[in-house]
């Protein structure tokens, strides 16, 4: 990241601080009174967060939170995938309105709630880990929306954890078609080889954050990268995550 766009974040921090130590903030969904929270106490019970029922390692749903049938017959290079909620209203909006419109209030809900991941006894990881690695933007996609919100949601997790972000030396390189825009059966192909990583992680656990996952494809690919670089752990760390219906 260049120092220009350190400033504009640190920036845009401060000033949301400030904002919200100056100004009552009404509840970002039905606009009730919330204390200065983004949610409201009601809004926030009624958010679609996932079961425990789930496949340890896409997040899916199982019956008995075993690895699902996907998994097992041919498994992702990722080792773990955390979910708090299912894709659906009124995340799939608040997650929509932070990347298209900046609605950054929702980032800073986000955030707080991966930090709360981390604090025992809810903390979910498996291994200790060496680094967090926000989903990269290719700098086309980057200059576009001006930020990334998976860094976003990942800055507080990482304060919570007292763990880096690594915003250097993994990139997307290529700007591939957005994968909302394809076929299920085609993203797979779009964004091979999309990642570059320039140094050595031999021996490395590494949570990756994103916001949602829906094939898995993107994850698993970044993850495919991270390995041939010598990563011994990828965990995923995701805000929503899509289900299949039908």
């Not at 967090?132 to 800055?155: D, T, W, Y």
């Not at 690594?166 to 993203?187: A, C, F, G, V, Y």
Request: proline share 7%; net charge positive.
């Amino acid at each position: 990241m260049s120092i220009k766009n350190r400033a504009v974040n640190a920036v845009n921090t401060a000033l949301r601080a400030i904002g919200a130590a100056l100004l009552p903030r009404d509840c970002l969904l039905c606009s009730a009174a919330s204390n200065n929270a983004v949610l409201c106490p009601d809004c926030n019970d009624h958010l679609p967060r996932l079961t425990t029922q789930r496949c340890p390692q896409c997040a899916l749903p199982t019956p008995t939170a075993d690895r699902c049938g996907a998994c097992l017959k041919q498994a992702p290079y990722f080792d773990a995938t955390t979910a708090i909620w299912q894709y659906d209203f009124p995340i799939d909006r608040m997650i929509q309105s932070l990347k298209y419109s900046r609605r950054l209030a929702s980032a800073d809900f986000f955030g707080a709630e991966l930090a709360l991941l981390a604090v025992p006894p809810t903390t979910l990881f498996a291994s200790p880990l060496d680094f967090i690695l926000p989903v990269p933007l290719s700098a086309q996609r980057l200059k576009q929306r001006g930020f990334n919100q998976s860094v976003e949601i990942a800055r507080p997790l990482a304060r919570q954890l007292g763990i880096p972000l690594e915003l250097k030396n993994i990139h997307r390189h290529r700007d591939t078609t957005p994968q909302t825009t394809l076929p299920w059966k085609e993203r797979a192909k779009n964004i091979r080889h999309a990642f570059e990583c320039r140094i050595d992680l031999t021996g490395k656990t590494v949570l990756v954050v994103d916001d949602v996952m829906t094939t898995g494809t993107t994850l698993n690919e970044l993850a495919r990268t991270l390995k041939a670089h010598g990563a011994v752990r990828v965990e995923n760390l995701v805000l929503a995550r899509a289900l299949k219906h039908g």
